[in-house]
C-alpha cells in the first residue's frame, strides 16, 4: 500500500519573496507569479507575509487540478513557529490598548493553524486540515501524517508541506544549524489514481515516526530547507530523508524518482 | 475507511475549578447555579505546567509500557505565559536575549509548543513518537484520533494524548474583542444565551490496540473509539457554516467508520459554547443527520469553553457517560431556543447508553466527530 502514494507537485521558496529554494515539481520555477487578487479588508487579509507566500504557492500547485478533486482535499502542514508573526501583532495591539482595545482580526489568525484554515478557504478544501509541530521534524512529520491518512484510505489527496517564520531571539541564542529565512514548502500528494492526468514526479515508498535521544537536544533548525533539497534530488534519484528534531522525534522517509 | 477500533483507557482530566475528570462528572450532573466566566490564574505558566502534569498523571501507563509509548499534545497555544514573555521580550530586545536564554533553559521558551511536548516527554519518560496536533478548538478531538491512527497503523503500540489550554490574559483579551463572551453565563442552546465563558483545563487518555492493553481490573468496563471524521468548512475564519456542512461532513464520515447508522446513536454531547452561531449550526447538524432525535447535552455551561483541551475532556466525559449509563443535562440550559430538539435539561436521565457521539468545531471552520461505544460487558 506505502507503494501507491505519489507527490505530484512541489514547490519551495524562502521567505525573502526573491529566492525560490525549489522548483515545480521536476521544472525550476524563475519566477513567482504576483500574488493573487489583493485582499483590501483588514479582516481578510491573510496571515502575514508566509500566509501570504502560501496562498501563492498553492495557487501554483493547485492549478489544473479539477474542482471536485479540491473539495475533498485535505491539508496537512507543519510549524515550528505557528503563528509567531501574528502573536506578535495582537500582542502590540493588547499593550496599545492596555487590554481593553485588541484587534479581533489579529486575534483571530494566532492559531497555528490560521494557514491551514487560509488555504482551504481561498481554494475551497473541505478535507480534514491538520497542523503538527515537532520541532524542526515538522515538515517531514507533516508529510508522513498525509501518508498515513491517505493509507488508511480516509483521503486520497492532500495538499501538505511546512512553514515557518524566522525568529530572531531563537537565532540569537542558536548557532550553526540555524535557518536565517523563514520558508514555505507546499506540495500535493496523494494516489495515482486521484489525480489521472497529473503525472506524479515523487513516489513516497516509506514513512515512519521513531524517537531517539540521541536528537533530544536544544538544537534548531527550520527543516524546509533540507527537506526541499531533498525533494530536488528525489525528482532525479532515491532519496533517504531523516527529519530530525530537538524533541527527540525523528521522521524518515524514502523517495524515488517516478 | 480504517476499521479498527482502538480503546481508550485511563481517562483522566482536571480544569482550574475541579480537580478530576469524577469531580467534573459529579457537577455536571447538578450544575452549580453561578459559573465563572474567567477562570483566574494567579501564575499562567504554573496553571498550564500543573493542569497538564496532573492530567498526565493520572492517565500514564505503568513503567514498563512507558518505553514505546507515543505522546501527542493536542493545543492550541500551548504555556501561553511563555509566548507572552518571549514576545515581550522581542520587542524589548535589550532584554530580549537574557528573557529567551531564560525561557530555553527552562523548557518553557517558545521555540515553543514543542518545547512543551519535549519538556512533557521527558518529565514523563514517554519513548515513542512525540508530536503536537493544533487545529484550533478541534486539537483534543485531532489528538485522540491521530493516537488512535498512530495504533492502528503500527506507529506505536500506545499513545498518550494529552489536551491543555489555559484561557489566560491573552486569550480572555482576544475572546473580547471579539465580543463573544457572555456577560452573564454560559447558557447553551437557550433562548437567553450571549455567549461563551472561558475555562482553563487539561486532559489525557492512552490509546492502545486491544492486544497492546495491560489486564484491567475484573468488571471494568472498556471504552473504544470505533470512528472519526474531520472536515473543514472552508467558508470563514472565524464563523461557522451557517448550512453546517462541514460538521455534517464529518458526523457522516465518523459514523461510517463507526460502522453505525444515526438511529444507532444513543446521546450526543455537542460542542456547545453558548454562541449564537456556534449553537444554531450545531442545531442545524443534528436535524440534518437524526431523525430519532438522540437526547443532546453540552458541558461548557459547567467548566467553560476550554479551547484545544474541550475536544479531549469532553470525550473523557463521554467515555464515563458510556460506563454511568447517564445523561447529564446541558449545564445552563433553561428555555431552549429550539424546542423541537431532545435536549437533556434540569436533570440527568438515565437510559441504556451503547454509543455516543461527540462533536467539535473551532476557528477555521474546522469540525471533528468521534464516535465512542461501550463493550457489551461494560454495560450495566
Not at chain 2, 97 to 123: E, F, K, P, T, W
Not at chain 2, 321 to 339: D, F
Request: charged fraction near 20%; glycine fraction near 10%; hydrophobic fraction near 40%.
Amino acid at each position: 500500500m506505502e507503494d501507491d502514494i505519489f507527490v505530484f507537485r512541489w514547490i519551495a521558496q524562502d521567505g525573502s519573496d526573491k529566492n525560490v529554494v525549489g522548483g515545480m515539481g521536476t521544472q525550476p520555477v524563475e519566477k513567482i507569479p504576483p500574488p493573487l487578487p489583493c485582499r483590501t479588508g483588514v479582516a481578510e487579509r491573510p496571515a502575514g507575509p508566509l500566509g501570504e507566500q502560501a496562498r501563492r504557492l498553492a495557487g501554483l500547485i493547485l492549478r489544473n487540478v479539477p474542482a471536485e478533486d479540491k473539495q475533498a482535499m485535505a491539508v496537512f502542514l507543519g510549524t515550528m513557529m505557528g503563528a509567531w508573526e501574528e502573536d506578535r501583532i495582537f500582542q502590540r495591539s493588547r499593550k496599545s490598548g492596555a487590554g481593553k482595545y485588541c484587534s479581533p482580526a489579529a486575534f483571530s489568525r494566532t492559531l497555528p493553524s490560521t494557514v491551514a484554515a487560509e488555504l482551504a478557504i481561498e481554494f475551497g478544501m473541505q478535507g480534514p486540515l491538520l497542523v503538527f509541530t515537532a520541532g524542526a521534524a515538522s515538515g517531514p512529520l507533516a508529510m508522513i501524517r498525509a501518508t498515513r491518512w491517505i493509507q488508511s484510505g480516509n483521503i486520497s489527496l492532500a495538499l501538505a508541506g511546512a512553514l515557518d517564520w524566522s525568529y530572531p531571539g531563537i537565532r540569537r541564542r542558536m548557532t550553526g544549524a540555524i535557518s536565517n529565512d523563514s520558508r514555505t514548502l507546499l506540495c500535493l500528494i496523494g494516489r495515482r489514481s486521484a489525480l489521472p492526468r497529473i503525472h506524479p514526479v515523487i513516489q513516497i515508498k516509506q514513512g515512519r515516526l521513531k524517537y531517539s535521544p540521541d536528537e533530544n537536544s536544544h538544537s534548531m533548525d527550520t527543516s524546509i530547507a533540507p527537506l526541499a533539497d531533498a525533494f530536488r534530488r528525489a525528482c532525479a534519484q532515491r532519496v533517504h530523508i531523516q527529519g530530525k528534531s530537538g524533541i527527540g522525534t525523528v521522521c524518515q522517509m524514502i523517495l524515488e524518482p517516478v | 475507511m480504517t476499521k479498527s477500533p482502538v480503546q481508550l483507557t485511563s481517562f483522566s482530566a482536571c480544569t482550574s475549578e475541579y480537580s478530576s475528570l469524577e469531580h467534573i462528572f459529579e457537577a455536571w450532573l447538578t450544575p452549580p447555579a453561578k459559573v465563572p466566566l474567567f477562570p483566574e490564574h494567579a501564575d499562567e505558566s504554573f496553571a498550564w505546567k500543573s493542569l497538564v502534569d496532573k492530567a498526565m498523571e493520572s492517565a500514564l501507563p505503568v513503567e514498563k509500557y512507558r518505553r514505546d509509548c507515543g505522546f501527542i499534545l493536542a493545543t492550541t497555544k500551548g504555556d501561553i505565559a511563555a509566548l507572552e514573555a518571549t514576545l515581550d521580550a522581542e520587542d524589548n530586545k535589550k532584554t530580549g536575549v537574557n528573557d529567551v536564554l531564560r525561557n530555553l533553559d527552562g523548557h518553557r521558551g517558545y521555540g515553543g509548543i514543542s518545547q512543551c511536548v519535549q519538556a512533557l516527554g521527558d518529565r514523563f519518560q514517554l519513548h515513542g513518537p512525540r508530536f503536537c496536533v493544533s487545529t484550533a478548538c478541534t486539537s483534543g478531538l485531532v489528538g485522540l484520533m491521530e493516537a488512535a491512527m498512530m495504533v492502528s497503523a503500527g506507529d506505536a503500540p500506545r499513545v498518550l494524548v494529552c489536551a491543555g489550554d489555559i484561557a489566560g490574559r491573552f486569550v480572555r483579551d482576544g475572546f473580547l474583542s471579539l465580543k463573544a463572551v457572555s456577560s452573564t453565563a454560559c447558557r447553551p442552546f437557550d433562548v437567553c444565551r450571549d455567549g461563551l465563558a472561558l475555562g482553563s483545563a487539561a486532559a489525557a487518555c492512552l490509546v492502545q490496540r486491544v492486544e497492546n492493553k495491560p489486564k484491567e481490573k475484573q468488571g471494568q468496563s472498556t471504552v473504544f473509539l470505533a470512528g472519526w471524521g474531520i472536515s473543514s468548512d472552508a467558508v470563514h475564519m472565524t464563523a461557522p457554516d451557517r448550512r453546517a456542512g462541514g460538521l455534517i461532513r464529518a458526523i457522516r464520515e465518523a459514523l461510517a467508520m463507526a460502522d453505525v447508522d444515526p438511529g444507532q446513536i444513543d446521546a450526543v454531547l455537542l460542542h456547545g459554547t453558548g454562541t449564537s452561531y456556534n449553537d444554531a449550526m450545531e442545531t442545524v447538524a443534528m436535524r440534518e443527520i437524526f431523525s430519532h432525535r438522540p437526547p443532546l447535552t453540552a458541558v461548557k455551561g459547567l467548566i467553560g469553553h476550554t479551547l484545544g483541551a474541550s475536544g479531549l475532556l469532553e470525550a473523557a466525559l463521554a467515555g464515563r457517560m458510556l460506563q454511568r449509563q447517564i445523561v447529564p443535562p446541558i449545564a445552563g440550559l433553561r428555555t431552549p431556543e429550539y424546542p423541537d430538539m431532545s435536549w437533556v435539561r434540569a436533570a440527568p436521565r438515565h437510559q441504556p447508553l451503547q454509543t455516543i457521539l461527540k462533536t467539535a468545531s473551532g476557528f477555521g471552520g474546522m469540525n471533528a466527530a468521534v464516535v465512542l461505544t461501550l463493550s457489551n460487558a461494560g454495560r450495566s
